[in-house]
């Protein structure tokens, strides 16, 4: 048997181990510290620009949502819908 061929037929499975997914209170953490920055941003952006309900060329919440998405994957917009219906 050469070194680094494995004889196993079932591939390796890492992401069903328990130990490879955070933790869930980090998870809540992560959609938490999403949510409120999303909701903050979005509050400083319509007060410096005053918008009103109009529509904006500058929107930074916009942003934080693409980072979240790029950061942690598609569990992130969880927070980003948190923080838009706030």
Do not use: C, D, K
Not at 8 to 16: D, E, F, H, L, V
Not at 54 to 70: Q, V
């Amino acid at each position: 048997m050469q070194p680094g061929i494995s004889t196993n037929a079932t591939p390796n499975n890492y992401s069903r181990h328990p130990m490879s997914q955070p933790p869930f209170w980090r998870y809540l953490m992560i959609i938490g510290a999403i949510a409120i920055a999303y909701f903050l941003t979005a509050r400083l952006a319509l007060s410096m620009l005053n918008l009103g309900f109009e529509a904006s060329p500058l929107w930074p919440p916009a942003g934080i949502a693409l980072t979240a998405l790029l950061w942690h994957g598609q569990w992130a917009w969880i927070g980003v819908a948190i923080g838009v219906f706030y």
